[in-house]
């Protein structure tokens, strides 16, 4: 996963201040009691580091490669001949 898209997933589950915060002070004991900031510093695999997050916000398994997005509304239009 690349970092654009753990940003990504971050801001689309918890909105963006609180993945600053989550980023900032969640301890994720999983990956060694750091948080995610500094596991992303380190190298970590943004991947990891989102699925430890997931499982520490008890976010659903449903929602761990993203949310779903919201199916469009099938055209009320049709052609008639």
């Not at 989102?50 to 008890?58: E, G, I, N, P, R």
């Not at 659903?60 to 949310?67: A, F, I, L, Y």
Request: proline share 5%.
């Amino acid at each position: 996963m690349r970092l654009t898209k753990f940003r990504q997933l971050m801001a689309e589950e918890f909105g963006d201040a609180y993945a600053q915060v989550l980023m900032a002070d969640l301890v994720l004991g999983s990956l060694g009691d750091k948080t995610p900031s500094q596991l992303i510093a380190a190298g970590e695999d943004p991947r990891a580091v989102w699925l430890a997050v997931c499982q520490a916000q008890d976010v659903p398994k449903d929602r761990w490669q993203g949310k779903p997005e919201l199916k469009k509304a099938a055209s009320a239009t049709s052609v008639r001949a």
